[in-house]
């Protein structure tokens, strides 16, 4: 199955369902009109003006982010790349002024490895309890068709790297949905929440983004592609990936320094060196279950666009280890 064949599936048949169920529970009657699709960040998106359930109004300022690794450390067990794609990190909200918080709901913690393990990085934060239940993929098996397909899905192009994918996933949704408005409890009706359906439309609204955003693809299309001998430039990568997103996003790298490398010995560039990351920046009309993102650049806020050397030929986007890979 194709990446873009999942939304019809899982999406179609769980994600609007459940839509339709949040909407219908918020206004308390069977009798409902079609929510105005404000777009968050906007004057109009605040919650004391609108259902917050219907317009983002906590984290309006909605990130779908993407790894690019080379290896899993857990290729032995099977967990392995897709060839010629990034993987899916997650779909994250963050305030309209750029800053974030994370672990909003308690309740929902499903995450047995919580980082940070406060519920604000800070000694002064709630502590964040490690969870030791079931799996989440357990709870996605147990909703049948939809969630046997997403789970299929995800473990394809929502790969961990030196932990269990499952442990990745609970770490997104624990810090990171619970933290949208339109993924309050309040949307979801008391079953939907009892059989886990509010992880299921998690996972697949940030699905349907990712299979949006083909970084590999763009970036091949330009000759920009994995290579262990050629170095590539910040700006090709990321006007690259502008303009087929309609705004800058964020590129991320690690690795060594630029000039704590031999070849900018002296320079004043310390980005780092190896790709490793792109975050994509939306506002969202209506709920960001409706998958509709407005791109916004990643310095909407006056942030930085990347950690990455800013010097020609300075980043390397490194090919995948040898048996770290299968084609999808």
């Not at 906007?42 to 003006?49: D, E, H, K, T």
């Not at 899993?72 to 060839?83: A, I, N, W």
Request: aromatic fraction near 12%; charged fraction near 15%; include cysteine.
């Amino acid at each position: 199955m194709t990446r873009f064949a999942l939304l019809s599936l899982a999406a179609a048949s769980s994600v609007q369902t459940v839509l339709a169920g949040a909407v219908s529970a918020a206004h308390g009657s069977g009798k409902c009109h079609p929510p105005k699709p404000e777009l968050s960040c906007s004057a109009a998106a605040q919650s004391g003006l609108v259902n917050s359930c219907n317009v983002e109004t906590f984290g309006g300022l909605v990130l779908s982010t993407q790894f690019w690794d080379t290896y899993t450390g857990l290729e032995s067990e099977g967990q392995l790349l897709p060839k010629d794609s990034f993987t899916l990190h997650g779909l994250w909200p963050d305030f309209c002024n750029g800053s974030w918080t994370q672990y909003c709901d308690l309740n929902r913690q499903y995450d047995p490895n919580p980082s940070p393990n406060t519920t604000t990085g800070t000694a002064e934060g709630t502590p964040v309890p490690p969870y030791s239940g079931p799996t989440v993929d357990m709870f996605l098996a147990a909703l049948g068709r939809p969630g046997r397909t997403l789970l299929a899905w995800m473990n394809k192009f929502w790969i961990a790297q030196a932990q269990p994918n499952t442990e990745l996933w609970a770490h997104e949704f624990s810090k990171h949905a619970t933290c949208f408005s339109t993924f309050a409890p309040s949307c979801f009706s008391t079953e939907a929440l009892k059989d886990h359906t509010d992880l299921l439309t998690y996972y697949s609204v940030a699905a349907e983004y990712f299979n949006r955003l083909p970084t590999y693809d763009w970036l091949a299309a330009k000759s920009i592609k994995p290579s262990n001998s050629t170095l590539y430039t910040l700006s090709d990568i990321q006007s690259t990936l502008a303009a087929k997103h309609g705004a800058k996003p964020y590129i991320g790298c690690s690795g060594p320094r630029y000039n704590e490398t031999a070849a900018g010995k002296g320079s004043l560039d310390n980005g780092r060196t190896v790709l490793t990351e792109v975050w994509y920046y939306y506002h969202v009309y209506g709920p960001v279950q409706a998958g509709r993102g407005k791109p916004v650049e990643a310095d909407i806020n006056g942030g930085s666009t990347s950690s990455c050397a800013k010097t020609d030929k300075a980043i390397w986007y490194y090919q995948r280890t040898p048996g770290s890979e299968r084609r999808v």
